[in-house]
């Protein structure tokens, strides 16, 4: 297949991928020809001829008549049908059917395309095609074919797509066969109303060129993004069109120059290779332009080496950045670590006297193979099973983990709005990381991913219960980035009632976990009670601040903090569930008894007690800068934690009013502190030093988020 395409909106020349990929055929006239007379009983016929010769050039021996067989049911089922355009319809079955076979699908990939709209648009049903070609065709024209919008109204696309997703769990060539759907319809979508283009061309960005990025199909990637390029950003595309063709028209080809080069350096060093010049496809260049300003003659396109073996990639490398300028920047190594999407390759760059910089792309034909095609290119990579596959999910050992967290959070997701809205924000999270468990085991997350991500997919929801975790064996909170390499060991707690904290959701980077931490919120609302309860709570901790009744001035607290409240006579309490101190931002309300709380603005209570209704009061801090505050510190148990932890506190002139060290749990001790400074802005500095106490791996001021 060839990413050379001629925009229906936007007609002129695209570059394309290297010259090993033919040139698209003109699949108008090979429709109209396969509907004008029948071709002779002992060959194929001419249309369905151009799908097996593509085919034979990638498996010499496949059996065809699967594939003769397939296009006599769909020309026949098809026939009298046309599309949008005018042209027969099978012509859309055809064509997709070509661009897998160029790319090497295998011969069940290519008769589940001959049929894949025969379900959706014809009378053929399912059955019939289970009992003429199998189970395994059967299965994937199920997975492709869409719902019903008169069943499904407007969730028919989202639901179409959590559908094609779970078939495509059990079964990838499902999948692949949607994305060459999709860019044939994205090749004749100037038929279409522009409103109607620019919905399905979106679709297809935030959806469609992810799941071709992630499968690694990059012929079908590349096109489909010039294509949506062309239809959603018409004039940057026609400025960058201008540019391609001028740089094509100019005398003379400094890429050209380094190619040769680069093969005479190689041809010294006894290395066979191949060195052909990859033009960059139109968004490339434009990403290129946006980021370099002016481009220059060796910016529109790369060099792609292709060896025999892999040895030979970094022989290639060493020969390149021997004899040459290397831009060491550049380099980067996709073969000892490959991408999460089969992609293998070596990456570098190399620089001219006169400035010009070639980037290098250095592999063998075989990854050169998988780069292009993907998934496609691994043929069926599913083991024949025992006994004849059963019409339902079957379990893919080769499935990759993205698909395989991607599968677990739809099964979770309310509804097709947030189904839709989720999968579009999960697929815009490009790369992956790996990270280990202690065990050995791995976990596959996305870029960006915290160890609240690590608990959701190590343990489901069974991560309610986790207290912290150790990242490459140092303690560490749960809003923890991790990188790609890490090693995650997770502390989980044993207590059976255990809740997500929802601070936990500013943290969660994975669908998987955001959905499961959303779904116990949504299931333990606050009550009214939680309301009384707080009010109990904060009535408790009178030791701490006691009650002092004012007139129409400030309110003296315990520690020298002072209160200035709007309310004449009204009795102040510092709330005990945040333990406001100077110069926090704080508010006031109204309670039973003309006692007037005081919180922190940040305080859960504080939108609790807005929604309910309560009375806000005007508060403010006095001149005094001295405070009493309630700290916590978690830790884990070793000897003299406790003399180590006080002593620091002392050292920062804190003193200890009153404090509380809880049993351990799972190694894990809670201590609280109530403690006067002489000056508010000491607190940052206390808190600090205990931070830096060993064992201590978070403190922080009391607060009460629930009941």
Same mark, same amino acid.
């Given at each position: 297949?060839?990413?050379?395409?001629?925009?229906?909106?936007?007609?002129?020349?695209?570059?394309?991928?290297?010259?090993?990929?033919?040139?698209?055929?003109?699949?108008?006239?090979?429709?109209?020809?396969?509907?004008?007379?029948?071709?002779?009983?002992?060959?194929?016929?001419?249309?369905?001829?151009?799908?097996?010769?593509?085919?034979?050039?990638?498996?010499?021996?496949?059996?065809?008549?699967?594939?003769?067989?397939?296009?006599?049911?769909?020309?026949?089922?098809?026939?009298?049908?046309?599309?949008?355009?005018?042209?027969?319809?099978?012509?859309?079955?055809?064509?997709?059917?070509?661009?897998?076979?160029?790319?090497?699908?295998?011969?069940?990939?290519?008769?589940?395309?001959?049929?894949?709209?025969?379900?959706?648009?014809?009378?053929?049903?399912?059955?019939?095609?289970?009992?003429?070609?199998?189970?395994?065709?059967?299965?994937?024209?199920?997975?492709?074919?869409?719902?019903?919008?008169?069943?499904?109204?407007?969730?028919?696309?989202?639901?179409?797509?959590?559908?094609?997703?779970?078939?495509?769990?059990?079964?990838?060539?499902?999948?692949?066969?949607?994305?060459?759907?999709?860019?044939?319809?994205?090749?004749?979508?100037?038929?279409?109303?522009?409103?109607?283009?620019?919905?399905?061309?979106?679709?297809?960005?935030?959806?469609?060129?992810?799941?071709?990025?992630?499968?690694?199909?990059?012929?079908?990637?590349?096109?489909?993004?010039?294509?949506?390029?062309?239809?959603?950003?018409?004039?940057?595309?026609?400025?960058?069109?201008?540019?391609?063709?001028?740089?094509?028209?100019?005398?003379?080809?400094?890429?050209?120059?380094?190619?040769?080069?680069?093969?005479? +350096?190689? *041809?010294?060093?006894?290395?066979? /290779? @191949? %060195?052909? !010049? =990859?033009?960059?496809?139109?968004?490339? &260049?434009?990403?290129?332009?946006?980021?370099?300003?002016?481009?220059?003659?060796?910016?529109?396109?790369?060099?792609?080496?292709?060896?025999?073996?892999?040895?030979?990639?970094?022989?290639?490398?060493?020969?390149?950045?021997?004899?040459?300028?290397?831009?060491?920047?550049?380099?980067?190594?996709?073969?000892?670590?490959?991408?999460?999407?089969?992609?293998?390759?070596?990456?570098?760059? +190399?620089? *001219?006297?006169?400035?010009?910089? /070639? @980037? %290098?792309? !250095? =592999?063998?034909?075989?990854?050169?193979? &998988?780069?292009?095609?993907?998934?496609?290119?691994?043929?069926?990579?599913?083991?024949?099973?025992?006994?004849?596959?059963?019409?339902?999910?079957?379990?893919?050992?080769?499935?990759?983990?993205?698909?395989?967290?991607?599968?677990?959070?739809?099964?979770?997701?309310?509804?097709?709005?947030?189904?839709?809205?989720?999968?579009?924000?999960?697929?815009?999270?490009?790369?992956?990381?790996? +990270?280990? *468990?202690?065990?050995?085991?791995?976990?596959?997350?996305?870029?960006?991913?915290?160890?609240?991500?690590?608990?959701?997919?190590?343990?489901?929801?069974?991560?309610?219960?986790?207290?912290?975790?150790?990242?490459?064996?140092?303690?560490?909170?749960?809003?923890?980035?991790?990188?790609?390499?890490?090693?995650?060991?997770?502390?989980?707690?044993?207590?059976?009632?255990?809740?997500?904290?929802?601070?936990?959701?500013?943290?969660?980077?994975?669908?998987?976990?955001?959905?499961?931490?959303?779904?116990?919120?949504?299931?333990?609302?606050?009550?009214?009670?939680?309301?009384?309860?707080?009010?109990?709570?904060?009535?408790?901790?009178?030791?701490?601040?006691?009650?002092?009744?004012?007139?129409?001035?400030?309110?003296?607290?315990?520690?020298?903090?002072?209160?200035?409240?709007?309310?004449?006579?009204?009795?102040?309490?510092?709330?005990?569930?945040?333990?406001?101190?100077?110069?926090?931002?704080?508010?006031?309300?109204?309670?039973?008894?003309?006692?007037?709380?005081?919180?922190?603005?940040?305080?859960?209570?504080?939108?609790?007690?807005?929604?309910?209704?309560?009375?806000?009061?005007?508060?403010?801090?006095?001149?005094?800068?001295?405070?009493?505050?309630?700290?916590?510190?978690?830790?884990?148990?070793?000897?003299?934690?406790?003399?180590?932890?006080?002593?620091?506190?002392?050292?920062?002139?804190?003193?200890?009013?009153?404090?509380?060290?809880?049993?351990?749990?799972?190694?894990?001790?809670?201590?609280?502190?109530?403690?006067?400074?002489?000056?508010?802005?000491?607190?940052?500095?206390?808190?600090?030093?205990?931070?830096?106490?060993?064992?201590?791996?978070?403190?922080?001021?009391?607060?009460?988020?629930?009941?």
């Amino acid at each position: 297949m060839s990413a050379e395409a001629t925009n229906p909106v936007t007609p002129g020349p695209v570059t394309g991928p290297a010259a090993r990929w033919r040139a698209r055929i003109d699949l108008r006239r090979l429709g109209r020809a396969a509907l004008l007379g029948p071709a002779a009983r002992d060959r194929l016929p001419d249309a369905i001829g151009h799908v097996a010769e593509a085919h034979r050039a990638h498996h010499p021996d496949a059996d065809l008549e699967p594939l003769r067989r397939a296009w006599v049911l769909a020309e026949s089922s098809h026939r009298g049908q046309m599309r949008k355009s005018g042209e027969p319809y099978i012509t859309h079955p055809l064509a997709v059917t070509l661009i897998l076979a160029e790319l090497g699908a295998e011969t069940t990939t290519l008769t589940a395309s001959l049929l894949h709209d025969t379900v959706e648009d014809t009378d053929v049903t399912l059955d019939q095609v289970g009992e003429e070609f199998g189970a395994e065709v059967r299965y994937i024209v199920d997975g492709v074919t869409k719902l019903e919008k008169v069943d499904y109204g407007a969730a028919a696309e989202p639901e179409t797509f959590r559908k094609m997703l779970k078939a495509t769990g059990s079964d990838v060539r499902v999948m692949s066969i949607k994305l060459a759907d999709r860019l044939h319809n994205m090749r004749t979508l100037g038929v279409m109303r522009p409103e109607k283009q620019a919905r399905i061309a979106k679709v297809t960005r935030d959806v469609l060129i992810p799941l071709a990025e992630r499968l690694g199909v990059q012929a079908l990637k590349t096109e489909l993004e010039d294509l949506v390029f062309a239809i959603l950003h018409p004039e940057e595309y026609e400025h960058t069109r201008e540019l391609i063709v001028d740089n094509a028209s100019r005398a003379d080809d400094p890429l050209a120059e380094i190619a040769d080069e680069v093969r005479g +350096v190689l *041809r010294d060093a006894d290395i066979p /290779a @191949e %060195v052909v !010049i =990859r033009p960059r496809h139109f968004v490339s &260049v434009h990403r290129v332009a946006r980021k370099r300003g002016q481009l220059r003659g060796a910016d529109f396109g790369r060099l792609l080496v292709l060896v025999n073996e892999d040895a030979d990639c970094y022989g290639v490398l060493g020969e390149l950045h021997t004899c040459l300028t290397p831009v060491v920047s550049e380099f980067k190594d996709f073969i000892a670590v490959p991408k999460f999407n089969l992609y293998q390759s070596l990456h570098t760059a +190399v620089a *001219r006297p006169d400035g010009q910089v /070639a @980037e %290098v792309l !250095i =592999r063998t034909h075989q990854m050169h193979k &998988v780069a292009e095609a993907g998934v496609i290119a691994l043929g069926n990579p599913y083991a024949p099973p025992s006994e004849e596959p059963v019409d339902g999910e079957r379990e893919d050992p080769t499935r990759p983990g993205w698909l395989s967290r991607l599968l677990d959070w739809q099964e979770a997701a309310p509804d097709p709005d947030t189904f839709w809205s989720t999968l579009r924000e999960d697929l815009a999270q490009d790369r992956e990381i790996t +990270v280990f *468990r202690p065990d050995g085991g791995t976990l596959g997350l996305p870029d960006g991913a915290t160890c609240v991500d690590a608990a959701y997919a190590q343990y489901g929801e069974d991560a309610h219960a986790c207290i912290g975790a150790r990242v490459n064996g140092r303690l560490a909170t749960l809003s923890t980035v991790l990188r790609d390499g890490d090693t995650v060991q997770l502390l989980m707690g044993q207590d059976p009632a255990s809740e997500p904290s929802r601070e936990w959701l500013e943290h969660a980077h994975t669908p998987a976990a955001r959905i499961a931490i959303q779904r116990w919120i949504a299931t333990h609302p606050s009550h009214e009670e939680s309301l009384e309860a707080d009010e109990t709570a904060e009535r408790e901790v009178a030791p701490r601040a006691a009650e002092a009744p004012v007139a129409d001035g400030p309110a003296l607290r315990p520690g020298g903090a002072e209160v200035l409240v709007d309310q004449p006579g009204a009795t102040v309490r510092l709330a005990g569930c945040c333990t406001p101190v100077p110069p926090d931002d704080i508010t006031g309300f109204a309670v039973r008894g003309g006692v007037v709380t005081v919180h922190r603005i940040e305080c859960a209570a504080v939108a609790r007690m807005t929604q309910a209704g309560r009375t806000e009061v005007g508060v403010g801090w006095g001149e005094t800068a001295g405070c009493r505050v309630t700290l916590f510190a978690e830790s884990f148990g070793r000897p003299h934690l406790l003399a180590d932890l006080t002593e620091a506190m002392a050292l920062e002139g804190a003193e200890i009013v009153s404090a509380t060290v809880e049993p351990p749990s799972q190694q894990r001790v809670r201590h609280s502190y109530t403690v006067e400074l002489p000056d508010a802005a000491l607190l940052p500095a206390l808190m600090r030093a205990m931070r830096n106490v060993p064992g201590v791996y978070d403190v922080g001021r009391a607060q009460t988020t629930s009941a």
